[in-house]
């Protein structure tokens, strides 16, 4: 089937099998490196992306259901407050559930400006990190909220 | 200090969240053929016949390899030292199949598409055999899982594959019958635990190709490069010299990449086809035939008089290896070895018991290597001694354990695998850990319970655990210094990153020495054509063994700096000093920059490559130690256990870099919380891992844990690099016993067999 949608901004037209998942088309025809298979179910979220501003597992999307949508991925991101965000918090250690941490933390911000601890806690729940123990984590997003806070005072 | 103790970033950090390629699954070869295992279906069985035929005929498949194609060379798939002290017991491929998952055929096609259907299209036939599925009746079953005569240990580790036991050890220092018949107070219980998984997020990858020279190239997600090295030229029967392993970032370890798993199959068909190969590992397949931690029981006694002084510790246990006795000896006697130690004062220790083959996942290093399974035993032992005793358990322990300059005959007697060394414990803190804890948890008002409500009980509890930095005598890791011309340094080492961030740390140690930004010192880690040897990332050894090593490293590289500079400012060497920026005259104004230095040592003036190196093997592996204590609220109409605050205070010595210290912690002690509460293991009757999924075996997530509060003690520990000891293990040894701790004294139930699950609190509640 033909799909036409766009990704990080760039429209893209392609013939795809009905079966493949977004997940195999996304990383392995797109080449879009950042989308990680940590367990193919739907459970760890390493496999996060964003489509028309919610996050998504893409190991549990089709790739035809990408159908005049609009997708983002760390790739795509212009603004680099939150990746900076992590960095600074140190929130990062393999890196592999990351990116997709960094998407979901995009969707919570699309929605909320300014989030609590719980709701923080809730929007993450859905991507699973062994490395971190999660808080550094937490605190990275706080952080973005501040940094995007602070850009937003010097307007 | 500088650069040391300095919070900075980890250097990869940003370049991991642009999805670059990084990973081994990112960076394999385009071309690669997809590699993929036909599985045993049975717990144990031998393969009468296997008929490939139909399978190879299909289009795309390239070479379906079975045991009658491949080398068959005992080796051991474990990353340790050499000679290894895990029986050589596993093959390439076998006849036998030892466990459901273990490998059957290699399989290898253009797609995936194609070695899937080739998968369903090969017939095997097998004899089935009864499976030993319960390690409490492995030792003489009727089933013996290794009857091949092949198999054998490199050394004395006490292996009887004919009673199916793997390892077992020994040891007693004074008499602990005669010790125990003069204690006031004794108590015995025994403690389980379970088969924990890794669950690191990027699965077991491996890509492998055969380069311009002929030589084989492995690019794998490994803790252990020149093991992995090691370990396939012994497998294939090919010189190390034919083989270059690769390590690019890693997506996690936690010892359950301190092996080789993916790296024999895709090599096995490279070295068939000549063609590059990839293998990346199912989630399910990570669960079911890489590695889980070892499993295992603990009978312990415990004697006091009734002033509160422990006189005596008997140990006995058992544990179960799985299918191949990856690891055995050597987790079983660290259940010892970094436990006993903590109570120096005893009249009399014994520690003994055995590793025993079954048919089930294989288990082997996982963070804590046998720490956390004897600290979840002695810890909860000491609790109820303190009880008995009737005294506070933070005072029994204050009163018995280890202070610093204190030793213990442990650590002479027990190393791993073999004889350890003797040592003081010349930096422990473990005092003021203990008292930060107290005070951070609220102790003197919180224990042991307060009633919330008619349902809900909140109690704490506390453990105190130890580990090592490095494997004394064994573990050596090297690196090497290279000047360039802009006054940069790379900065070659062996040792493995897996994520924890050493990397920086080890650029932070040279760049303190330099004493130049740690940006300027340019990391690479590790290939084994280009980088020094390193044993790799275990045994909480980086920071320590490695980091010892670059800081020999730029020490000498220093010298050769002030050397060079002294000749081209004309002074004797004794006048001069290098300050990170300038090379200078002492007494004088004659200066020349590093940058300068640097250039004209490459293009212009006496041209030669300033390069140092340095190794560096422990004479001694201090401990870090730790005090944890939880804060549990325990709902008494469902046994559910709510975490509220857990409070970990380590003495990790100096903290390199206090950012990745902490967060190295913080996970630790959230796999620990995992372990504890969440994360359970179940098998069918007939020997399949259920629990082979995130859906079945659940792992925390953030809404899971309570509020964590680490905090560090510093000490200086005069062996450690600018005072540093290790870090990586030590966060995940206290959660089960520090909880279990406070769920008894919440609503005095003491649960001892991991994981702590509502159904066995109320079950017991409901026994009361």
């Known amino acids: 089937m033909i799909i036409k949608f766009k990704l990080n901004g760039k429209e893209i037209v392609k013939d795809v099998p009905v079966h493949k998942r977004a997940l195999d088309f996304l990383r392995d025809d797109l080449g879009v490196l950042s989308i990680k298979e940590g367990c193919g179910e739907g459970e760890c979220g390493a496999c996060t992306i964003l489509v028309d501003g919610k996050n998504i597992h893409s190991c549990l999307m089709l790739a035809v259901e990408l159908d005049g949508k609009e997708v983002l991925t760390v790739e795509g991101l212009k603004d680099k407050t939150i990746q900076n965000a992590f960095v600074e918090a140190g929130a990062i250690q393999c890196g592999f559930c990351t990116p997709g941490f960094i998407i979901s933390t995009k969707a919570l911000l699309n929605e909320n400006k300014n989030p609590s601890s719980e709701e923080i806690k809730e929007a993450l729940e859905g991507n699973l990190c062994r490395c971190t123990g999660y808080l550094k984590i937490e605190e990275a997003v706080k952080l973005a909220v501040k940094m995007y806070n602070k850009g937003s005072d010097k307007k | ?768």
């Open chain 2, 1 to 768: 200090m500088k650069e040391v103790t300095r919070k900075i970033p980890k250097k990869d950090a940003l370049g991991l969240l642009l999805g670059k390629p990084v990973y081994t699954d990112d960076l394999a070869p385009k071309n690669s053929l997809i590699v993929k295992i036909l599985r045993s279906p049975h717990a144990f069985a031998k393969i009468k016949n296997i008929d490939t035929l139909e399978a190879t005929n299909i289009e795309g498949i390239e070479c379906i390899l079975t045991y009658k194609d491949v080398p068959r060379i005992p080796v051991t798939r474990a990353g340790q030292g050499y000679p290894e002290p895990s029986p050589h017991d596993w093959y390439i491929l076998d006849e036998y199949v030892r466990y459901v998952g273990d490998e059957v055929a290699i399989v290898a096609g253009k797609d995936e598409k194609c070695v899937d259907e080739a998968l369903k299209k090969i017939k095997v036939e097998y004899e089935v055999f009864e499976p030993v599925l319960d390690f409490e009746k492995a030792e003489g079953h009727s089933s013996v899982i290794h009857p091949e005569k092949e198999t054998h240990p490199m050394f004395e580790i006490g292996f009887d594959a004919q009673k199916n036991i793997a390892a077992s050890y020994e040891m007693e220092i004074g008499s602990v019958e005669e010790e125990l018949k003069k204690c006031d107070v004794v108590v015995s219980e025994r403690f389980y635990t379970q088969a924990q998984a890794h669950v690191a997020f990027e699965p077991h990858s491996a890509a492998s190709y055969i380069d311009m020279q002929g030589r084989l190239v492995i690019l794998t997600s490994t803790q252990v490069p020149f093991h992995v090295r090691r370990i396939i030229a012994e497998a294939f029967d090919i010189p190390i010299k034919n083989i270059r392993v690769i390590k690019p970032r890693i997506g996690g370890g936690f010892g359950g990449k301190q092996a080789v798993h993916g790296e024999p199959f895709v090599a096995a068909v490279t070295l068939k086809t000549g063609k590059p190969a990839k293998i990346v590992y199912t989630r399910q397949e990570v669960f079911e035939a890489t590695y889980s931690r070892h499993p295992m029981r603990y009978d312990i006694t415990l004697g006091a008089t009734k002033d509160g002084k422990l006189k005596v510790i008997d140990m006995q246990g058992l544990s179960d290896t799985g299918a191949y006795g990856e690891h055995a000896l050597t987790t079983f006697m660290v259940a010892g070895s970094k436990t006993l130690p903590m109570y120096n004062k005893v009249d009399a220790v014994r520690f003994k018991g055995k590793v025993v083959y079954t048919n089930k996942v294989p288990a082997g290093a996982y963070r804590g290597y046998g720490a956390i399974q004897g600290n979840f035993a002695l810890e909860s032992a000491i609790d109820l001694l303190a009880e008995k005793l009737g005294m506070d358990p933070a005072e029994f322990r204050r009163k018995n354990m280890i202070r610093e300059g204190e030793t213990s005959p442990i650590f002479k007697i027990m190393g791993e695998g073999r004889e350890g060394v003797d040592m003081v414990v010349r930096s422990c803190k473990l005092n003021e850990c203990l008292e930060e804890g107290m005070k951070l948890i609220n102790w003197k008002e919180k224990f042991p319970r307060k009633k919330i409500s008619e349902t809900k009980y909140r109690g704490v509890g506390l453990a105190i655990a130890m580990q090592g930095s490095g494997i004394a005598n064994i573990d050596m890791g090297a690196a090497v210094l290279k000047l360039n011309d802009d006054g940069s340094f790379n900065l070659l080492v062996g040792a493995t990153d897996l994520g924890t961030g050493s990397d920086t740390i080890l650029a932070q140690i040279a760049a303190e020495v330099l004493n130049v930004p740690t940006e300027d010192i340019i990391v690479y880690s590790s290939d084994t054509d280009l980088t020094p040897f390193d044993v790799g990332a275990y045994a909480s050894s980086t920071t320590y063994v490695s980091g010892n090593a670059v800081k020999r490293a730029a020490e000498k590289m220093k010298k050769l700096i002030i050397k060079e500079g002294a000749l081209k400012l004309g002074l004797d060497e004794s006048k001069v000093d290098f300050d990170g920026k300038y090379i200078y005259e002492i007494n004088g104004n004659k200066k020349v920059s590093l940058k300068e230095l640097a250039t004209v040592l490459l293009y212009t003036e006496n041209q030669k490559q300033l390069i140092s190196d340095a190794s560096y093997v422990g004479e001694e592996s201090p401990p870090p130690f730790m005090a944890g204590f939880a804060e549990v609220e325990v709902d008494i109409e469902t046994g559910k256990v709510k975490l509220i605050n857990y409070v970990a205070v380590v003495d990790c010595g100096v903290t390199i870099n206090p950012n990745l210290a902490r967060i190295q912690v913080e996970g630790g002690l959230v796999q620990g919380i995992g372990m504890t509460l969440f994360e359970d293991v179940k098998y069918s009757p007939n020997g399949k891992l259920l629990t082979n999924n995130l859906m079945h075996y659940k792992i925390p997530s953030r809404l899971d844990i309570g509020n964590i509060i680490v905090k560090f003690v510093e000490s200086y520990e005069p062996t450690g690099p600018f005072g540093a000891k290790s870090v990586a293990e030590i966060g995940i040894d206290t959660p089960p016993a520090a909880i279990a701790n406070a769920i008894y004294n919440a609503v005095g139930v003491r649960i001892k067999t991991l994981p702590i699950t509502p159904e066995k609190i109320l079950m017991n509640l409901n026994k009361k």
